[in-house]
């Protein structure tokens, strides 16, 4: 088994999930006895976040770098960025490294593609929805189409993360306030929605969605453990 090297804390709450998903994962293909063989390094989110609001990007690179390095050295085969809004660094943080990257919006288009989707409704983060590193991936590498919530909805969308879901705090309002959502995005033509934002499966569930649902948090994590399971060619 390959070792797992993974960045956390953006937030904790969603690196609990893929801890526990890539464990599940491990045990189902290898044997009730069996975890998975990984590392994590976990950064301090108020930092993060606060760089975030910045607009310090290159800060927040350096932070990512920093903290991949680490998990090289340490002896991960392979590195995820536990968090969809922090792969604005990862072009940059792959170039610093010798071991892959498994990028999380690869993972996703790939599933996408092969479910033969092409048009796609996409929550997350204001910096996901809005900037083009990660629609753009999707587009680019996959030829598929991202919609995104109205300017009101994106408020909306991005204030329950940051001010309950990374805080742990999970409320049927803000659920309800989601199905809104992915229901405007299904009149726009939306084929499936992605869950673009590691946090929102805390709050977002299969039956509150009129539309397939693409977790990026369980197909990135499950991307891991294929990498890590792989037979040596």
């Not at 993974?6 to 998903?21: C, H, P």
């Not at 976040?49 to 350096?62: F, S, V």
């Not at 920093?66 to 660094?89: E, V, Y």
Request: charged share 20%; hydrophobic share 45%; net charge neutral.
């Amino acid at each position: 088994m390959k070792t797992i090297g993974l960045i956390g804390g953006m937030s904790w709450e969603s690196s609990l999930l893929y801890y526990r998903i890539m464990n599940e994962l491990v045990k189902e293909r290898l044997g009730p006895v069996h975890s998975c063989q990984n590392l994590m390094y976990s950064v301090d989110f108020a930092e993060v976040e606060a760089r975030q609001t910045q607009g310090d990007w290159a800060g927040l690179t350096d932070m990512m770098i920093s903290a991949a390095r680490r998990l090289q050295q340490g002896g991960a085969d392979c590195l995820l960025i536990c968090a969809n809004t922090m792969h604005k660094t990862a072009e940059a943080v792959e170039r610093h490294l010798s071991i892959p990257l498994l990028h999380i919006a690869d993972a996703t288009g790939a599933r996408l593609a092969a479910a033969g989707l092409t048009r796609v409704g996409l929550l997350g983060t204001r910096y996901t929805m809005e900037m083009d590193f990660y629609t753009g991936r999707l587009a680019k590498k996959f030829g598929i189409q991202t919609l995104i919530p109205s300017p009101e909805e994106r408020e909306t969308v991005h204030k329950i993360i940051y001010a309950e879901l990374i805080r742990g705090i999970v409320r049927p309002q803000s659920r309800q306030a989601y199905a809104r959502v992915m229901a405007s995005l299904a009149e726009q033509g939306a084929q499936a929605i992605i869950l673009g934002c590691t946090e929102i499966p805390l709050l977002v569930q299969a039956a509150d969605s009129p539309l397939p649902l693409y977790d990026t948090t369980r197909i990135h994590a499950e991307a891991a453990v294929d990498f890590a399971l792989a037979a040596k060619a």
